[in-house]
């Protein structure tokens, strides 16, 4: 039980980069340490340049778009739909439209900054930074990825494996 614990309050405070959009402060298969919105900080406090864990609608095209946006001669989006993946980018600009907090994104290594004006609401953790560098552990985020990209085969080989031992142990338990 305790292992659980600690494996869950770990796991919470690292996300896997699935992408070199950050590239070279963090690579694909990297690890990034983070802290919890709501939790652990108020994403209203985020500021520019702070790199945001943010649930973006514009990965998923089952996405509606609400409204289309230019703000500071950039074209945002809005969408509607709840269809997301986590995205870890750099926040470049803050700004308030309606009463309402939002934040524009975009990847380090990206020509531009990402389409959606993402509301204060969709950021879910921050990078924790030691003088201004994110704590990057590399390569162990692989594991996680590997296993999602190719559950399809380690599923089906983790079965015949089961299988195969219980059957093992079947002929030992009739040889005794």
Not at 98 to 106: A, E, H, L
């Amino acid at each position: 039980m305790v292992f659980l614990v600690v494996l869950f309050v770990v796991w919470s405070h690292v996300n896997v980069v699935v992408s070199d959009s950050m590239y070279p402060l963090m690579k694909r298969g990297d690890l990034v340490v983070v802290e919890n919105a709501n939790w652990e900080f108020n994403p209203k406090d985020v500021k520019v340049g702070d790199i945001v864990v943010y649930n973006a609608h514009w990965p998923d095209n089952q996405n509606k778009i609400h409204n289309i946006l230019k703000v500071d001669n950039k074209t945002l989006i809005i969408y509607k739909g709840d269809k997301t993946k986590p995205v870890i980018h750099r926040v470049i600009n803050k700004l308030e439209l309606s009463g309402k907090g939002y934040i524009i994104t975009k990847g380090d290594n990206n020509p531009t900054y990402d389409p959606e004006l993402t509301s204060i609401n969709q950021i879910k953790q921050r990078a924790i930074t030691i003088n201004g560098n994110p704590i990057v552990i590399p390569y162990i985020g692989y594991m996680s990825i590997y296993l999602r990209e190719y559950l399809w085969i380690i599923l089906p080989l983790m079965i015949i494996y089961f299988i195969y031992d219980e059957i093992v142990k079947k002929k030992n338990k009739d040889k005794k």
